[in-house]
């Protein structure tokens, strides 16, 4: 029997909080993936790499008929099952025989999509692999990797993520800064009213530089 056939819509969460900042790197990821098959975005933990993943991909879903594709691989505990993984979250259920690998590159040829696999640290050299055969089988299937170190794939293209803007101090224009912004924004959900002003300035910023400005 050959596998489910592949839905059209896409699946990338939509924004639970705002996404603060990162406009230009928004812009810039866009531009890269279209004229490179494979953008990787690099940086420590905790800089950003999968909210800017996330909101590249949410914004690109018009250009790729076939959808945009997040694959959440944080919760992946064993390389083995990197194929099948990848192919759950396309929703790709093959009972054919074939092994998961050849059934994933099966239903990528011919089609035209984005695939987002974010958290590939831990597996690299595997991702890697998987990426090379993907995007060797299926060209017109775009990948939006982040890592905290390149996948090392011909035609790879690294985007190292910054982190926020940070305030060299509390004085004017502080408040405008992307950290301060963003820790603004959180404070108030929780803290109804909170605003960054004259009184909490210093230490807001003292906080945020002390966080070396990581989200």
Known sequence: MSSAALPRSGRVPDDTTSFVGRRQAVSQVRKLLATSRLVTLTGVGGVGKSRLAISVARRLQRAFPDGCWLVDLDRLTDASLLDTEVSAELGVFDQSGRSPREALLSHLRGRRLLLVLD???????????????????????????????????????IWPVPPLDVPRSGRAGAGQREAVLLFEQRAAAVLPGFRVDEGNRDAVVRLCRQLDGLP
């Open 119 to 157: 958290g590939c640290d831990r597996f690299v050299e595997e991702c890697g692999t998987l990426v090379a055969e993907v995007l060797a089988e299926a060209p017109e299937v775009r990948v939006l990797a982040t890592s905290r170190e390149p996948l090392r794939v011909a035609g790879e293209h």
